[in-house]
């Protein structure tokens, strides 16, 4: 049998994560993972991390913000219109037609360009077109990265029906957008540089209530 921690409130700084994954096991306001950097300011972002839920309802999947903007790079899920939504500065654009297949895992990456103001997001390694949504401004302040919560004020102001409930697992973000090579290479789970503002591999990060933390035994 799998061992497993069930923590409530706990700090865990730079544990080496390869091979294991965050269960969010319950509908909640309060559970989710903190994710910390010190990096406050971002003209490019990508941001990758797979996952496996059976929610049939609306969800986040990433959610970032600023004391100035609540959604600054957020993805969510749109289960109602069947649509993955980026919001990047407040401001959102919906992709319809992913194949978002319940009780299986999926590679979701998203980048976002502030010089083009263009967002793309890549499902299971399947670029989508490039759409506007935000430019001539950085993402910049404090941030607080959150898994399993949508934020609706910096650090707080969640939903419980926009909770997470699920698996997630290698969560990776960097500061620049990956070419299409590097994309496929982390879809396929193959050697991929990791991020360079969070990188699983070396992830500082805090668990707040009941999230489990054990080796990923799902395939």
């Not at 971002?42 to 496996?52: A, G, K, L, Q």
Request: glycine residues 6%; charged residues 20%.
């Amino acid at each position: 049998m799998p061992t497993f921690s069930a923590l409530l409130t706990c700090t865990i700084t730079f544990q080496y994560l390869s091979g294991k994954m965050f269960t969010f096991p319950a509908q909640t306001n309060r559970a989710h993972v903190r994710l910390n950097t010190q990096r406050r300011n971002f003209s490019t972002v990508t941001v990758c991390h797979r996952s496996f839920t059976d929610l049939k309802r609306d969800h986040i999947l990433f959610s970032l913000a600023t004391p100035s903007n609540a959604n600054d790079f957020l993805i969510f899920r749109d289960a109602k219109n069947k649509e993955i939504e980026p919001h990047i500065r407040d401001q959102k654009v919906e992709y319809g037609g992913p194949d978002y297949k319940l009780n299986m895992w999926h590679s979701i990456c998203t980048t976002w360009d502030s010089g083009s103001g263009l967002v793309q997001l890549w499902f299971d390694g399947q670029p989508s077109i490039r759409k506007f949504i935000s430019s001539g401004s950085n993402i910049s302040g404090p941030v607080i990265i959150i898994l399993g919560q949508e934020q609706d004020s910096h650090g707080g102001g969640f939903d419980i029906n926009q909770s997470f409930i699920g698996m997630m697992t290698d969560v990776h973000m960097w500061d620049y957008i990956l070419s299409p090579c590097e994309m496929q290479s982390y879809v396929d789970e193959l050697n991929f540089t990791p991020g360079n503002v969070l990188n699983w591999r070396a992830l500082d990060f805090q668990i707040v209530e009941r999230v489990l933390f054990f080796p990923d035994i799902i395939v």
